[in-house]
């Protein structure tokens, strides 16, 4: 059992995940765009991971007798000024996705209800390496200078990584 402020939040929770995904899409359009297919292959992988996120918070809500009930998914940019700026937005949404969910901790704390809590954790761990791997990109992006054969050296990097349904990596 959930509370209506509770179900309130992990339904905001969910639009944030599939605006997430949604922004990451269009990473991926304008990665491949302007030609680079791991940066492309990179953000695809991005936006099945918030989809398998915003669907982990669905299932949750049904498991708990709430209701899941959906709202417009904002427009995402559709083009960014350099890989980087793509990058440091990146980070900068991940940012602002862990301030939701420490949020979301914070009121099941409130509400004593550990239920959630322990549903969260997963939450707390997986932002820990989603903002790792955005910084880790953008060190690499920064010692490259953003472009030239270093860049392309990145790029091949990007194409081998492969979706991991939350799930079974868990
Ligand atoms: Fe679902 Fe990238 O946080």
Known sequence: MISERMEAALNAQINKEIYSAYLYLSMSAYSTFIGLKGFANWFMVQYQEEMAHAMKFYQYINEQGGRVTLRAIEQPPTEWQSLMDMFEKTLAHEQFVTRSI?????????????????????????????????????????????????????????????????????
């Open 102 to 170: 420490n949020e979301l901790v914070d009121l099941a704390i409130t509400e004593k209800d550990h239920a959630t809590q322990i549903f969260l954790q997963w939450f707390v761990t997986e932002q820990i390496e989603e903002e790792g791997n955005d910084n880790e990109i953008i060190t690499k992006l920064k010692l490259v200078g953003g472009a030239g054969n270093g860049l392309l050296m990145i790029d091949k990097e990007l194409e081998l990584r492969a979706f991991t349904p939350p799930a079974a990596a868990a």
